[in-house]
């Protein structure tokens, strides 16, 4: 059926290392894929997006990767912080208006 | 700027009953879209509206209905509750009617049904 996956269910880092979370999509015709973070209690909070004509975009400390080739997204958190630990979702947008199918999420656990 | 409001944040509510959630966007954003979580399933999208019309279902059963005002708030209920519908119910609002926007969540409304 329709879904995103992840490779990695839980992801456990040093604080200051980078972190790398990766997600296989499943529709080549997906145009536009979003990162959000969910912390416990709370709703997914916006990270960064991607539109399918890019390959990769920066935003503060964090970057998403772009490869249709192999239908692959990933993001990369530099200098993973306590903070940052929560739940990541990646999601794409099938070309419906505002219909995100989401992954099953990645645990990442930031150790001092 | 107020964020997407969710209420009310939790609901307990027995096997057969019927429960309405509400969700208030973002000033200004038009399209509002409803999501089930579940530790099971995960996220999984149920409907969207923009301007009081509902643009795309998820696979859910017909006891999951919604609607859009004119003020852009929307609510969704479900009907003769199961206990499988135990979930958090996650709003998202999104500024244009375009594809492709940002979409902002609300905190949830967890619902337990018992």
């Known amino acids: 059926g329709e879904s995103v996956g992840l490779h990695l269910p839980t992801l456990s880092v040093q604080e200051g290392d980078n972190s790398i979370i990766n997600c296989a999509y499943s529709?080549?015709?997906?145009?536009?894929f979003i990162w959000y973070k969910q912390e416990s209690g709370k709703g997914p909070q916006f990270i960064i997006d991607?539109?399918?004509?890019?390959d990769k975009r920066q935003g503060q400390r964090v970057t998403v990767l772009l490869n249709k080739t192999v239908k692959h997204l990933s993001l990369q958190i530099a200098a993973t912080q306590p903070g940052d630990s929560a739940v990541y979702f990646c999601?794409?947008?099938?070309?419906?208006?505002?219909?995100?199918?989401f992954g099953a999420g990645t645990r990442l656990a930031v150790h001092p | 700027k107020a964020g997407v409001t969710q209420t009310p944040r939790y609901l307990i509510k027995t096997r057969g009953q019927q429960v309405t959630l509400s969700c208030s966007p973002i000033?200004?954003?038009?399209?509002v879209s409803w999501y089930q979580q579940t530790p099971g399933q995960g996220l999984q999208f149920l409907f969207e509206?923009?301007?009081?019309?509902?643009?795309n279902k998820g696979n859910f059963p017909g006891r999951f209905s919604g609607r859009q005002f004119s003020n852009s708030r929307s609510e969704m209920n479900v009907s003769t509750l199961e206990l499988g519908d135990s979930a958090l119910y996650l709003c998202?609002?999104?500024?244009?009617?375009?594809?492709?926007?940002?979409?902002?969540f609300g905190q949830g409304t967890r619902l337990t049904v018992v």
């Open positions: 998202a609002s999104s500024s244009r009617g375009a594809q492709n926007t940002e979409a902002f």
């Open positions: 529709n080549s015709a997906s145009d536009y």
């Open positions: 991607i539109r399918s004509n890019m």
């Open positions: 999601a794409e947008n099938m070309g419906g208006y505002n219909k995100l199918i």
């Open positions: 000033s200004g954003h038009r399209s």
């Open positions: 509206y923009f301007s009081e019309t509902q643009r």
